[in-house]
Each structure stands twice: as C-alpha cells, then as structure tokens.
Antibody, heavy 119, light 110 residues
Framework: QVQLQQSGPGLVKPSQTLSLTCAIS??????????WNWIRQSPSRGLEWLGR?????????GYALSVKSRIIINPDTSKNQFSLQLNSVTPEDTAVYYC?????????WGQGTLVTVSS | QSVLTQPPSASGTPGQRVTISCSGS????????VNWYQQFPGTAPKLLIY???QRPSGVPDRFSGSKSGTSASLAISGLRSEDETDYYC???????????FGGGTKLTVL
C-alpha cells in the first residue's frame, strides 16, 4: 500500500518561497513506472496540477505553464521523498497542496497541506 | 476556469440512478483515459474510476464510468445518502503536458 506523508509550513509571507516535502512509503521515488506530482486546490482555481518529477533512466520534470517560472520539484533518493518549491508567492497561491503518485493515472494522494500566503 | 467541464451540481433521491458529465477536447479526453475522484470535505480526493470504466478494489459496482469522443460520464446507481459529496473528472492533456481536472460536481441526495 502506497502512502504519501506531507510536511511543511502552513503560513508563508508574500514574495517568499513555499516549500513542502512528500515522504513516500510503499514505492520508490526512483520507480521506472511512476511519476510524483504536486496538485493544489482552491475555491477560485479548483484542482490545479502544478508539476511532476519522474525517473526513466534519468530524471525528468514537467511543470504547468501557470507556475513554470516559479516552481521546482526535486526528488530526494536518499530519503525516498520529493519536494515542492514555489517562489515569489502571492495571496493567489493560497490553497490546499497535495502530493500524489501517478502510475500512470493519479491514484494515491497525500493528506493535503493548507498553505496560506499572508503577511 | 477548469479545462474539463462538469455541471456544478447534481441531485437524486435514494435508490435512484444519477449521472455526472465531463466534457473536454481532442487534446485530453479525446485521446486519453478519464479518471474520476470522490472527495469528502477536508480530505484528499479518492480514486473512484480509472481508465474510463475500471473500478479500484473496494469501490462498489454502483459506480460506473463511460467515455465517448471528448466526453465522459460517471453513473451512480442505487443512490445512497453517503454518496453525497463532490466528484471530479480528470485526464492527461497532451497539449498542456499535464493533468487537467473538471471543476467538480456537488452531488446532493434528497
């Protein structure tokens, strides 16, 4: 059974960096058949895919156009986890953030982290 | 504005059959599978239907999915009070190179 455990702060100041981590159990971040995603949900934007990282003999990343200039998703093979960095946040980035596995469809989700962007 | 279009609400009485539609385009539903999720308040979405019409283990056969062209549907038969919650469709979009979602349908059991 795959489990995804999220961690990270729930409050970030405007213009600063949002950082979240997703620890994986029951699978490997280096799996050749899975991708590791970040998805957020807010009343104004609904469910919005932000990006993913995956390993197919080498590491690949893919990001949504809406955040492409501000986002980094990194795998950490030593801890079997992956992370989200979203730079220069504004109040519009306030949302519940989820990590999720896709293999090939999105099947397992983390518990969600409400991140509020406010001074 | 979500890429996939769902009705914001649906309703039915216990025992009834209800359907929820999901409309997309040739770059998502038209060329890839549709997945459906059920989400209760304060919790993460749960996979309900994958690859258009497949149920994960543990999902009752009251839930079924179908796809035709650039549209898909989720059907719930024998409606029960515990089915009252939000439902989302999703598909991979080849043009956007990412997952796209519907805006969600809130199901009310009258």
């Amino acid at each position: 059974q795959v489990q995804l455990q999220q961690s990270g702060p729930g409050l970030v100041k405007p213009s600063q960096t949002l950082s979240l981590t997703c620890a994986i159990s029951g699978d490997s971040v280096s799996s050749n058949s899975a991708a590791w995603n970040w998805i957020r949900q807010s009343p104004s934007r609904g469910l919005e895919w932000l990006g993913r990282t995956y390993y197919r003999s080498k590491w690949y990343n893919g990001y949504a156009l809406s955040v492409k200039s501000r986002i980094i998703i990194n795998p950490d093979t030593s801890k079997n986890q992956f992370s989200l960095q979203l730079n220069s946040v504004t109040p519009e980035d306030t949302a519940v953030y989820y990590c999720a596995r896709s293999a090939p469809y999105v099947d397992y989700w983390g518990q969600g982290t409400l991140v509020t962007v406010s001074s | 504005q979500s890429v996939l279009t769902q009705p914001p609400s649906a309703s039915g009485t216990p025992g009834q059959r209800v359907t929820i539609s999901c409309s997309g385009s040739s770059s998502n539903i038209g060329r890839d599978y549709v997945n459906w999720y059920q989400q209760f308040p304060g919790t993460a979405p749960k996979l309900l239907i994958y690859r258009n019409n497949q149920r994960p283990s543990g999902v009752p056969d009251r839930f079924s999915g179908s796809k035709s062209g650039t549209s898909a549907s989720l059907a719930i038969s024998g409606l029960r009070s515990e089915d009252e919650t939000d439902y989302y469709c999703a598909a991979w979009d080849d043009t956007l190179s990412g997952w796209v979602f519907g805006g969600g349908t809130k199901l009310t059991v009258l």
